[in-house]
């Protein structure tokens, strides 16, 4: 399993030697019996047609089969990796909360399975994590440990384990069989020890939680709750996984207190591709592909630079959803683009020419625009609070359009666009010279007075607030990748007009925690807004402003009919406080 990192910070499990884990991880050592290449066709038939099993011992035979068939999948796909980490300390009153983060981005590559990683053959992986880690704690941690906990067992053997029934139960509308898993006696390679939920149709496992054991000396392995969707008929496919440790004692007498989530998208990135529109190309009739043949003149040296920066901005765009990072065109765009309409209206502005929203798919907060385009993450969208929040983000990104500031149309010419995708953070950048960046905040207050947005600017404010207030412990999810950093220094007038926050009062949400708006299908990376319904708090511990929870998606199964419809989750309502 090797991740290609996509240019920024890591970390995860941890290896006190970096080479460790490879060694270690679940069942490198024992030899696949099965060939599970050779059953990538003959298993999903077999399911169709098998009568149902009788007995715990043909729903093993059964659920063991579809994992080689689900492993044999995965070194076909290469998904896209975040794991977004926050080390925990407690409060006064004794309540944990974040007091540091780590970033990881990077795409999975299980092509030569997982048995093979070295992480010392990798250039940039290893060694030079252990030189930057001199910090908070020995350990260090890395991205493989989270992307291992999308596999069970590279090597699931029912001769390897013991099985226990405990009970059906339903997760969304998948009726499921809930099974304990525990090695058996005398295995020494590292396996899987917790419980395991299958379908009952097919006998695919949709989610398992537990650890590997035993624990190696020098390594850790963390506990895990590991999900998969149903993402095409028949495959369920890894789409999320919590992990956290509570005062994990460490053999270098450190403690680890940590919670964090992993999510997996960008499955479908060919689909996403223009290959079939070049295909529709060559078959239309000479005279649809003329479409500029009214204009018949060149073009004006003004219109010229237009259409010299739109080809900049859509090469960027194009290159970025190809990549897994921006989500495709959507619905939650037609949310963003009446804020953004309601802001030029009331101020009577005309823009002269189209704009776009699109979601950028990673959490950390930020923002920014590609000529009209303006892009906001899903990290940001997730904890704003409230329309108005999303007015100011909006505003400010706006004004960048509106007061016409440079971008830079060196993506115009299209060998800038040929770079590995493990670079697109140090190709791809559109931050705004500082001076902009004040122009901008100055010209989105005047938008907002003007707006129907201008009696709730308190709460965006508070936003701001609560985001200075958090900035020190949290420096990965403010940090910005591409664009100017989202921090509390941004529209100080609104900051300064805020009201106090009060930690303690329930009706005063500053900002939410991450997961709970935005559903991320993760074969198309389609977004949507979350349709669960606010959850009124009962506790001021329960705010969890950018906070990390678990996943308890609804999981949902497609009709093994062909049908493109995909599952989408989100976060359960009922472990957030999502609060208008
Ligand atoms: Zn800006």
Redesign the pocket.
Known sequence: MRIDRLGFVWFVVLAVSTCGFAQNSPSAAGGSGLNAEASVSTVPAQAETAPPPATLNDVIDRVVQREHYFMAQMRHLHPLVETYLQNLKNDPTGNPEPAKDEYFLGRLDMTDGPEDVSFVGQPGFGHRMVAKLTGLYSLHYLPLGFAQMVVLDTDFQKKYYKFNFVRREFLGEVRCLVIDVQPREGEKSVRFLGRIWVEDQNYNIVRFNGSYYPQPKLNLFFHFDSWRLNMRPGTWLPAYVYSEESNLKTGITKTLHFKSQTRLWGYDLKGLSKNEEFTQILVDSPESVKDQSDAASDASPVVAQRMWEKQAEENAIDRMQKIGLLAPPGEIDKVLSTVVNNLLVTNNIDLQGDFHTRVLLTSPLES?TIGHTIVISRGLLDVLPDEASLAMVLA??LS?IVLGHPFDTKLAFNDKLFFPDEQSFQRLDFK?SPA??EA?DAKAIELLKNSPYKDKLGNAGLFLKALQEKAPELPRLIRPHL??GFNGKRMSMLLASAPALEDKRLDQIAALPLGGRVKVDPWTDQVELSKAKPTAITSAREKMEFEITPFFPYLTRLSTGGSEKMALTATSPGVQSQQK
């Open positions: 920014f400010h990104e960048h705004q902009d960046e901008a664009g100017n």
